[in-house]
């Protein structure tokens, strides 16, 4: 059974560094395609940052671009999302999903298919 489990998140004060996982089991991690989504109150579920499978190259969202690091513990099959200089605007619920299938629009959520529950990012003074 394939299975995506976040945690880490929590409350953070503006500035402040938060370190997400994403656990993995019924499948081997750095094979497949990663990202990392978020959703807002009102608003789309965007694309953080992803690591396609085609190449293995990373993308990053504009807006998290310098902040946010996403790597992979091939050890215990968990992916990390390190976020540093929060801003409130990254309040949201983070996923992290997958596919099993080989992605090339890593940052599209329709392209996956396995999703975590999500972990709450609240960023507030």
Do not use: H
């Amino acid at each position: 059974q394939v299975q995506l489990v976040e945690s880490g998140g929590g409350l953070v004060q503006p500035g402040g560094s938060l370190r997400l996982s994403c656990a993995a089991s019924g499948f081997t991690l750095a094979y497949y395609a990663i990202g990392w989504f978020r959703q807002a109150p009102g608003k789309e579920r965007e694309g953080v940052v992803c690591i396609r499978s085609s190449d293995g190259r990373t993308y990053y969202t504009d807006s998290v671009k310098g902040r946010f690091t996403i790597f992979r513990d091939k050890v215990n099959n968990t992916v990390y999302l390190q976020m540093d200089s929060l801003k409130p605007e990254d309040t949201a619920v983070y996923y992290c999903a997958t596919d099993l299938s080989p992605i090339v629009r890593c940052m599209i959520s329709a392209e996956y298919t396995y999703w975590g529950q999500g972990t709450q990012v609240t960023v507030s003074s």
